[in-house]
């Protein structure tokens, strides 16, 4: 029995994310400069993609580039920045044929301009896809996202638009950059770290974690049904116990 033929397609993750980890060890495993394998790591960005949009996935969010990638030596910042306008227009063609829709979250403002105008437009031109949402995190921090959303918090307080009292967890999400996106029940991280790096803090309070081993760039089709295997073996209870989640099913029926 094939890998995609055990998955319960009545019970997928809405929203998968992952950080994509492992593209310079790659390329030292093979005596390269780290940038041939973040070459290597879109072609798994395109595998991946394409096997969560067969499935059905609704959102997947791909941990792209980091604030703190920022501090990398700038040969590579400037060679990835280079990577990522090479890639992005190329692959319009292949998320429409897949009927995915691009978004992106993170400090877009900082990126370069042509980064901008690249990102823009890609969105622009998928925006009436039908299918999966690729959110691309792109200078992005979970904690610059929490930040970023207090100030704008508290400057709607000053405004009179909101009254501190009334701030609830559901206020705080809808000034993230994920309002609207349900909240990833999956997180995938690859190369067999297991830290979650500053991602998506807030969304993943109960996301269920898988680690794999692989490197990013051999990390492939049937890993990601693999890591949606796993998520299915899982009882997910959200603080409550086993027996309370049954009782619940039997009331819903």
Do not use: C
């Amino acid at each position: 029995m094939s890998l995609s033929s055990r998955i319960d397609l009545t019970r997928l993750p809405q929203h998968v994310a992952i950080v994509m980890d492992g593209n310079g060890r790659w390329a030292r495993k093979y005596g390269e400069e780290r940038v041939f394998g973040h070459h290597k790591g879109v072609d798994a960005v395109r595998e991946v993609t394409e096997a969560a949009a067969e499935l059905g996935i609704k959102y997947l969010t791909l941990y792209t580039f980091s604030t703190e990638n920022w501090n990398r030596p700038k040969e590579e910042v400037d060679a990835l920045m280079h990577l990522f306008v090479e890639t992005i227009e190329k692959e319009i063609p292949t998320l429409n044929k897949n009927k995915i829709r691009l978004s992106a979250i993170g400090d877009i403002e900082s990126l370069p301009e042509e980064n901008r105008q690249k990102l823009q437009n890609t969105i622009e031109q998928t925006q009436n896809n039908s299918g999966m949402t690729l959110i691309l995190a792109l200078s992005y921090s979970g904690r610059w996202e929490i930040n970023d959303a207090v100030r704008k918090i508290v400057a709607d307080i000053k405004d009179g638009k909101l009254v501190p009292d009334e701030v609830t967890a559901e206020t705080i999400a809808k000034y993230l950059q994920t309002a609207g996106i349900p909240d990833p029940e999956l997180l995938i991280r690859t190369s067999g770290e297991q830290r979650i790096s500053n991602f998506l803090l807030w969304q993943i309070a109960y996301s269920e974690l898988y680690f794999s081993p692989k490197l990013w760039p051999d990390f492939g089709k049937k890993d990601f049904q693999r890591a949606i295997l796993d998520y299915q073996k899982r009882e997910r209870r959200f603080g409550l116990t086993s027996e309370q989640l049954k009782f619940e099913e039997r009331n819903e029926d």
